[in-house]
């Protein structure tokens, strides 16, 4: 039977390793642990886990050390691991029948907590891979890749990430992006990062060149993260106000992005604040609002498309609520605010008592 290690690099993790592990072990054989600079607690609760401990001076290079903790490993396979992510649903057995079924690298999927601009924590899917042979290695000093040529398909584990709730890391990723792309000046991927990074600390301004740089730049096709940056640059026009952009780019995507409820959400919430910043110069949008809405419904949540969860069931439900709210028609609105609830929206619940 294939032997599988948990490899980890850790920094000052105390507050969710061992959360992480208590939950970790009972898929793998053993772990390993390599520390880049802990000066809390973070190896006492590693040494509870009998975890195999190194160290790794750090040098501003996820890649780097990752490649180091992989080396320390003994096992066959290798399940690569954040502190900060715990496991949701999934176990060994999983793991060795994905194994069985021949070379591939192994995604599993995320679902990452943040905090939208109204102080609202969201959450979305992503997939990553994680689990690949014994020899394989890494990329790129942030938002590292794998190499290899071997397929990537899906692997039966879920886990919750919560390290985007968390300050300071932001800037620390800011930090080495910049310097990546000071080498890659016209690399999208690298832009896409930058871009998203500073979007995400609510740095709009110092984000909008970026974001339009990596729009310019982009392929139509075959990048996974084009939505992602198109959907995000969208709300970062939003944010700045540049409505006449947004009209722009939302037009051009209908085709490209059209297939995505991320998309449609984006859409339908920039022609509502536009409408009601300019009724009178943006009222032709009003029908779009709606129009949008339904559509995201339509497309329903597709996690595969790594977007924002409800966009294309509740928070769509809801907003569609809300639009029949105002426009005095009651029926729909609790019709659709009972969709939202039904899906675990509890902002819905007021709404209906309001109504009711």
Request: glycine residues 8%; proline residues 2%; contains cysteine.
């Amino acid at each position: 039977m294939k032997t599988i290690g948990l490899v980890m690099i850790v920094k000052n993790e105390e507050r969710c390793l061992e959360k992480c592990l208590s939950q970790a072990q009972k898929l793998v054989d053993e772990i390993y642990i390599t520390d880049t600079g802990s000066t809390d607690n973070t190896l006492a609760i590693a040494e509870k886990f009998h975890a195999h401990i190194s160290t790794y001076e750090w040098n501003q290079d996820f890649s780097a050390a990752r490649n180091f903790s992989l080396a320390q490993s003994d096992c066959d396979w290798n399940l690569v691991l954040d502190a900060d992510e715990y496991l949701v649903s999934g176990k060994k057995e999983d793991i060795l029948q994905f194994i069985e079924k021949g070379n591939y690298i192994g995604a599993l999927q995320r679902q990452d907590s943040y905090k939208e601009a109204n102080g609202e924590v969201s959450r979305s899917y992503s997939y990553i891979t994680r689990l690949f042979p014994k020899g394989t290695r890494y990329e790129g000093r942030i938002h590292e890749q794998v190499i290899s040529a071997l397929p990537i398909a899906p692997l039966s584990l879920v886990f919750a990430h919560d390290g985007y709730l968390q300050d300071g890391k932001g800037e620390r990723n800011l930090e080495i992006l910049l310097d990546e792309l000071e080498g890659k000046p016209e690399d999208p991927y690298i832009l896409y990062q930058v871009s998203r990074t500073l979007w995400l600390m609510k740095d709009f301004d110092r984000a909008d060149p970026y974001f339009e740089k990596f729009y310019r730049l982009v392929s139509d096709s075959g990048t996974g993260y084009r939505t992602s940056g198109v959907v995000s640059y969208i709300y970062n026009l939003l944010e700045l106000k540049k409505y006449e952009t947004g009209f722009q780019v939302i037009e051009k995507e209908r085709t490209k992005s059209g297939g995505y409820a991320d998309y449609h959400f984006a859409c339908g919430t920039f022609y509502t604040q536009a409408v009601f910043s300019d009724v009178q110069r943006y009222i032709q949008y009003l029908p779009e609002i709606e129009r949008s809405y339904l559509r995201c419904l339509e497309i329903g949540e597709v996690p595969e498309h790594e977007g924002v969860i409800g966009n294309g069931s509740f928070k769509a439900a809801y907003n569609l609520g809300v639009w029949f709210e105002v426009n005095g028609k009651k029926t729909e609105a609790l019709s659709y605010y009972q969709m939202a609830l039904d899906g675990g929206f509890r902002l819905a619940a007021d709404r209906i008592k309001n109504l009711i």
